[in-house]
C-alpha cells in the first residue's frame, strides 16, 4: 500500500522509494483530539501540518470576539500560520481540530534542510505555494464581488463533503454571513 504522502506527492514531482524515504524521515506523525489545538493566536509557529486524516479550521477572533474563519484543511491539505512559520512571528491566527485528526508535520528547519538537499522538494512546495495563492486570491476575490448565495453555491459545488464535517455556524463563519442566513441560502 502506498503511504498517503507518497501519493500526495507524487501527483506533482515522481519519487524512488529511497526518495520517498528522506523525505518522510523529515517528518513526525501526531494524532489530536477534536478539539485540541494546533496552533494558538500569539504562539511562535515552527511546524507546516498535512493532514492524513480528520478537519481542521483555522481562524481568528476579532476585537467583537466575532470568529473569522480563514480555511478549513481536510485530507492532502497543508496547514499552519504561515507568516508564522515563515517570518518567526506571533501567530495571528489558531488551528483546532474539528474532528480527531492524524497529521504529518515538519518543522520549519527540517523542511528548509529537506529542500535544499532534495531539489524535487523545493518544485513540489513551490508548486503547492503556487496553487495556494491562487486558492486565496480566488477566496478573496469572491468575498468581494460575490453575493452570499453565490459563495455558499460555489462552496458547496467546490467542497460538498465539508458541509457533512462541519457545524452550519462554522460554515456560515467561513462565508461571512449569519446562521440565519446560510439557513436561508440552503433552503
Known amino acids: ?15 524512488t522509494d529511497e526518495e520517498f524515504d528522506f523525505v518522510l524521515s523529515h517528518f513526525v506523525s501526531i494524532k489530536k483530539r477534536k478539539h485540541q489545538y494546533l496552533i494558538q493566536e500569539g504562539d511562535y509557529v515552527n511546524k507546516e501540518y498535512w493532514v492524513i486524516k480528520g478537519c481542521l479550521k483555522t481562524y481568528f477572533n476579532d476585537d467583537s470576539g466575532k470568529e473569522h474563519i480563514l480555511q478549513f484543511a481536510m485530507e492532502n491539505w497543508w496547514s ?34 529537506l529542500t535544499a538537499e532534495m531539489h524535487k522538494m523545493e518544485r513540489f512546495w513551490a508548486k503547492k505555494s503556487k ?33 457533512q464535517r462541519v457545524p452550519k455556524k462554522l460554515i456560515a463563519a467561513y462565508l461571512g454571513v449569519s446562521r440565519e442566513t446560510l439557513s436561508r441560502l440552503s433552503s
Open 1 to 15: 500500500m502506498i503511504h498517503p504522502l507518497r501519493q500526495h506527492i507524487e501527483e506533482i514531482i515522481p519519487l
Open 80 to 113: 499552519t500560520d504561515y507568516e508564522s512559520f515563515i517570518n518567526k512571528a506571533q501567530s495571528k491566527t489558531s488551528i483546532d481540530c474539528l474532528e480527531d485528526s492524524e497529521l504529518l508535520y515538519i518543522t520549519y528547519e527540517n523542511r528548509e534542510k
Open 131 to 163: 496553487t495556494g495563492r491562487i486558492a486565496l486570491q480566488n477566496r478573496i476575490l469572491s468575498l468581494l464581488k460575490n453575493s452570499a448565495k453565490e459563495r455558499y453555491d460555489l462552496l458547496l459545488e467546490q467542497y460538498p463533503q465539508l458541509f
